[in-house]
């Protein structure tokens, strides 16, 4: 770690990034028509990655999924020494003893590092044996922080007392939220966060493009076609957004991702492109009042728009914890 991530530490030294990367995007060009509607070179991306160290955030939030299997190893060739990396284990069939540290060892192979800063048990799926593998890779030094993701407040309770119990601290909950989906908010799950020192990093913070106005001339993508109904019903929201933003010299965009900083929460945003990460810098430097982040709350629940996002992932977590 160089001198200017060491920095972006708190005193006791957890890793405290402002904003995050998100590389679920990154592939290839097939995967980036279809799903963005444009296609990224990899040229694009490494000048994205270079950004992201010059204004301050070089934080990569990647899993084995991510762009159909070629994000990881993507961010493994482009994200140099002087960048963060969080990744994640997705348990999904069967416990089987040694699953974790098997992903694990191919997860370093995609990143030719030694360690990964971060990494997030994905889904509650047999949460005690693999948080158990992933507390052995901890005190091999292997992993740096552990979180865990997508999990509701009795699951966070849960996974926390397993890793007290190591004597371990749980690094952070990474879940679903936006301006248009603040259910963990209301459930208490951020509360908790806070009261336990444990950060919140908030997924899709521009609700996967829904939170960006439409362009004339839009390139068509599965994600548009998917949205193209509730963004219509979200031009109220926009307008109460581009009010807001203008004080602040932000672009609506950047006024999604400036609310959830705002919040005191850490906004992941899906970045392909260097001044993308410019903008996400830029929004979390600046801070929301609290009359306008209820301003934008009270806009956004007028819209009625719902968003499947928190139990996005609900189909595949198994009853037993
Ligand atoms: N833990 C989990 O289970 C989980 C699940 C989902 C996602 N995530 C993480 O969260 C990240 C973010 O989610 P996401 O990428 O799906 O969605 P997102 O960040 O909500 O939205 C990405 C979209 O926003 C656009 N965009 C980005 N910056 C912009 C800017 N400055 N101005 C205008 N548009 C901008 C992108 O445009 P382009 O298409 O032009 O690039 C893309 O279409 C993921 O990459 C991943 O790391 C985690």
Redesign the pocket.
Known sequence: MNGTLKTMKSEDGALLPKA???????GDALY?KMV???Y?TEGVMHEAVKTSVRVGIPF????RD?GLGKGQPIVGRLCGEDTVI?A?YTPMGKYKQGQVRASFEKDLLDFGRSYIDIY?L??PNATKENLTEMTDLYREGKIKNIGI??FNLKECKQAKAILDQEGIPLYGV???Y?LLDRKWEKDGLTAWCKENGISF?A??????????PPKKNEKK?I?KLMFARKRRKLYPLYKTMQEIGRKHHL????V??CYVSSKGFV???????P??V???AA?VNESLSDEEIRLLEDAADATGVKILGAD??RFAVKKKF
């Open positions: 995050v990367i998100g590389t679920n995007a990154w980036g963005r509607g444009s990224v990569f939030d990647t899993a991510y969080s994640k997030w994905h889904l993701s997508n990474q879940n679903h936006s990093w997924w899709a913070v521009l609700e996967e493009g829904m939170l960006v993508s994600m672009k609506i965009p950047q999604a991702m906004p992941i945003c899906g970045c392909r492109k001044y993308q410019e903008e996400l929004a996005m992932f």
